[in-house]
């Protein structure tokens, strides 16, 4: 059997994921909830301000939330070990998904005026996200 070249790349991404989501819980809804008026309508969405207050009414939720993503998406990258086209499809989604709400926080965080607490992960993603997107799309050797 074929070893799945592209199941190294599930570490780090997760890696990424788990480091956002510890940052996220710090302290960015607080700043969400208190800079929710200066962000633009068209980047607003109804669910992140319902996520917000139950986060700040309720943090075991968020920290069960956190987790239960962390191992929904361990798990998918387990049961796909074997299968490289399958490993290739799931992981190329969960970086293009992760990317998409990264970018969302470096925009909400541009237009706040102001600097949220997630902007680690989310500049250390913006650098390493299109270079996994491009291991994750060529068909040669991968270097992690």
Known sequence: ????LY?????PTIGLHALHQIEESISFWQWY???VAKIPLWLQFSQVLKSAQMAQA??????????????????????????VKGTRI???TYLVGLAFFLVWHILVSYFAHSYSPVMV????GVYLI???IRQVLSHGQLAC
Do not use: D, T
């Not at 059997?1 to 799945?4: D, E």
């Not at 199941?7 to 570490?11: G, I, P």
């Not at 943090?59 to 299968?83: D, K, T, W």
């Open 90 to 92: 799931a992981l190329f």
């Open 7 to 11: 199941f190294s790349l599930w570490l």
């Open 121 to 124: 992960s989310c500049l250390l």
């Open 58 to 83: 309720h943090p075991s939720y968020f920290v069960l939330a956190s987790v239960g993503q962390i191992a929904l998406v361990s798990l998918v990258a387990f049961l796909l070990r074997r299968n």
């Open 1 to 4: 059997m074929k070893a799945n």
């Open 130 to 132: 299109p270079k996994w």
């Open 33 to 35: 909830l208190e800079n």
